[in-house]
Nanobody, 126 residues
């Protein structure tokens, strides 16, 4: 299992930016596709963004496309989510996740991810 620890959440005004980071340990980080998901209390967790092993392929939810950017640094075992032009509806707990199986393609399906961080709260005030 890989251990994931998110950081960078906080309170920001609408239109502002935040950068989330996720530090990974325990497995060969570069062998696993990574993703970010988010959850609002009372709602199901939803896909935000995902990135391939090399970082060359990315996938985004329509709701964040053009505003969020996912990236990874395999030398530092980190994956990041740059969030710009934040909206009140982006308020959620954000989770970093690692694919269950190595060397698999980018995925937006939660059940493909077997390791999860503890989450970091992002609150956007309007």
């Amino acid at each position: 299992q890989v251990q994931l620890v998110e950081s960078g959440g906080g309170l920001v005004q609408a239109g502002g930016s935040l950068r989330l980071s996720c530090a990974a340990s325990g497995r060969t980080f570069s062998s696993y596709a990574m993703g970010w998901f988010r959850q609002v209390p009372g709602k199901e967790r939803e896909f935000v963004a995902a990135i391939s092993l090399s970082g060359r392929t990315t996938n985004y939810a329509d709701s964040v496309k053009g505003r969020f950017t996912i990236s990874r640094d395999n030398t530092k075992n980190t994956v990041s989510l740059q969030m710009n032009s934040l909206k009140a509806e982006d308020t959620a707990v954000y989770y970093c996740a690692a694919h269950t199986i190595p060397r698999r393609a980018v995925s937006s399906t939660q059940t493909d991810f077997g390791s999860w961080g503890q989450g970091t709260q992002v609150t956007v005030s309007s």
